[in-house]
């Protein structure tokens, strides 16, 4: 089994800087993309930004200038530093992962998400 667990949510007035973490542990041979996603209420969830293992990246346009997708390989880490945040950024965040348990296996995993509330 693989575990997420993500840190960084919060709340915050527009114009502001968070930074979202996800920490995959567990059973892990590699991982190949990670990627954080997002849903607001009533809405489906969406793709905010992904990253490949060798660091190619994948943004949302509505985000795209302000969010940045970051990895660290050796701590099987993705990190999203999200700045001039708006309050259309209001949502849960969830971190997933491509997971290769052994060989040959890939699993996708979710992080149990995390709120982001953009607000004055």
């Known amino acids: 089994q693989v575990q997420l667990v993500e840190s960084g949510g919060g709340l915050v007035q527009p114009g502001g800087s968070l930074r979202l973490s996800c920490a995959a542990s567990g059973s892990i041979f590699s991982i190949d993309t990670m990627g954080w996603y997002r849903q607001a209420p009533g809405k489906q969830r969406e793709l905010v930004a992904d990253?490949?293992?060798?660091?190619?990246?994948n943004y949302e346009d509505s985000v795209k200038g302000r969010f940045t997708i970051s990895r660290d390989n050796a701590k099987n880490t993705v990190y999203l530093a999200m700045n001039s945040l708006k309050p259309a950024d209001t949502a849960v965040y969830y971190c997933?992962?491509?997971?290769?348990?052994?060989?040959?296996?890939?699993?996708?995993?979710w992080g149990q998400g995390t709120q982001v509330t953009v607000s004055s």
């Open positions: 997933n992962a491509a997971v290769y348990d052994r060989p040959g296996y890939l699993r996708h995993y």
């Open positions: 990253i490949t293992r060798l660091g190619s990246t």
